[in-house]
Each structure stands twice: as structure tokens, then as C-alpha cells.
């Protein structure tokens, strides 16, 4: 089953507009992952948060994390039309590393 | 940064014939590597585990006898489709997770670029 829920499933936003993509999730975890995809294509890493950690910032990303509601937040700060992709949530078994994730929010930036 | 070549990426294929889908790290190791299965907008289906030197580890509802692993090598592992019918049409992806990343402190997965199988 999936670990991951996204929302929205769908945004659509005008490029220097900030893009904010929310994520909840089931079962406790050590780390929460966001990972980008773009069409037809494999998946490319953007961020990992701990399950100590609150926020983290890497360049124009920001990712929270709140254990206590099970939810994680991605923003994207002036965004910029290559940044339409998929965005999906992921989070490892505690047990298995087993990566598995959510439905994806699929970004759509408007030049 | 890490590095996971995977081929082909895109493969036509009659009903009935067999497809073999390779996953290579290209700059580190990896005892454990993923395969998932996505089908058009949708989010990825965990298939298999495959582990290096021992049996795959599959998902509930994916038949291991028609979707065969083989990680004979700590930078490779394949994924043959047999016998494929149209229904196994779909976009296959595999990861892989550094040796070097123990524990919960590495970092993410690296995933390769994906397959993009047709039956006919």
C-alpha cells in the first residue's frame, strides 16, 4: 500500500509563484524523501528529512516535517517553468529499505 | 553524484516473447536495488527487491515467475519480462541504494532513467 498521500494532486501556477505540496503519511518513519519526475522519465532525488528534523532548505526548496500529524510539506520558492514535473513523497521501511510512494502532485508552471 | 544506467529505454515487443531490462550502478555498489512498475499517471508500484547473491524479493499480487530478477553482480541487476501480453505494457523503473549509505543517515535512492515497454 502506499505510505504517502500527496495534495494536490494537480497545481497549476504562474513561473515566480511559490508552489507548496503537502504530503501525509501512515506509519512512523525515519526519513520522508521528495523525489521529482519529469514526464517519461526516472526519478531525481531533491530532498531528505529526517524524522528529527523540522525543516530543511536546499536552494529553493524547503521541506517541513511535522511526526506529530505524520505530514510533510515541500515549497518552492519562485518557481520557474522547468520546474513542471511530478512531485512525489517517499519514505524507506524501518525495516527493509523498501522506498514507497505516494500519488504525486503534478506541477505545472506557466510561463 | 551517484549514477544508475538503465537500458533500454524503450523496447517494442511482440506477445509471447521475453524482455530483459538491465539496471546498472555505474559509480558505486549495491547489494539491494528496486524494481517499480508505473502506469500512465500514476505513482510507482513497488514490484521487487533484489538482493545480490540471493533470491528477489517480491511484492504481494506480482508473479516472480513472470517477472524474473537476477542481481548477479553488486552493479547489476536485470528484470526480464516473460511471456509478455499487452497488459504488461507499462513504464519499469529501477533503483538502487548505496552500500555506503547505512542506516538512516545516507541519502536518497538513485533511480534509473526507466523503460518504456510496449507488447504488441
Known amino acids: 500500500s502506499q505510505q504517502g498521500e500527496e495534495d494536490p494532486q494537480a497545481l497549476s501556477i504562474q513561473e515566480g509563484e511559490n508552489a507548496t505540496m503537502n504530503c501525509s503519511y501512515k506509519?512512523?518513519?525515519?526519513?520522508l524523501q521528495w523525489y521529482r519526475q519529469n514526464s517519461g522519465r526516472g526519478l531525481v532525488h531533491l530532498i531528505l528529512?529526517?524524522?528529527?528534523?523540522r525543516e530543511k532548505h536546499s536552494g529553493r526548496l524547503r521541506v517541513t516535517l511535522d511526526t506529530s500529524k505524520k505530514s510533510s510539506s515541500l515549497l518552492i520558492t519562485a518557481s520557474r517553468a522547468a520546474d513542471t514535473a511530478s512531485y512525489f513523497c517517499?519514505?524507506?521501511?524501518?525495516?527493509?529499505?523498501?522506498?514507497?510512494f505516494g500519488k504525486g502532485t503534478l506541477l505545472t508552471v506557466n510561463p | 553524484g551517484a549514477v544508475v544506467s538503465q537500458h533500454p529505454s524503450w523496447v517494442i515487443c511482440k506477445s509471447g516473447t521475453s524482455v530483459k531490462i538491465e539496471c546498472r550502478s555505474l559509480?558505486?555498489?549495491?547489494?539491494?536495488m528496486f524494481w517499480y512498475r508505473q502506469f500512465p499517471k500514476q505513482s510507482l508500484m513497488l514490484m521487487a527487491t533484489?538482493?545480490?547473491?540471493?533470491?528477489?524479493?517480491?511484492e504481494q499480487g506480482v508473479e516472480k515467475d513472470k517477472f524474473l530478477i537476477n542481481h548477479a553482480s553488486l552493479t547489476l541487476s536485470t528484470l526480464t519480462v516473460t511471456s509478455a501480453h499487452p497488459e504488461d505494457s507499462s513504464f519499469y523503473i529501477c533503483?538502487?541504494?548505496?552500500?555506503?549509505?547505512?542506516?538512516?543517515?545516507?541519502?536518497?535512492?538513485?533511480f534509473g532513467s526507466g523503460t518504456r515497454l510496449t507488447v504488441v
Open positions: 533503483s538502487a541504494r548505496d552500500n555506503r549509505d547505512r542506516g538512516w543517515n545516507g541519502g536518497g535512492y538513485t
Open positions: 506509519t512512523s518513519i525515519n526519513n
Open positions: 528529512i529526517r524524522s528529527n528534523e
Open positions: 517517499a519514505s524507506p521501511g524501518r525495516s527493509n529499505y523498501k522506498l514507497t
Open positions: 559509480d558505486f555498489q549495491a547489494t539491494t
Open positions: 533484489s538482493n545480490e547473491g540471493s533470491k528477489a524479493t517480491y
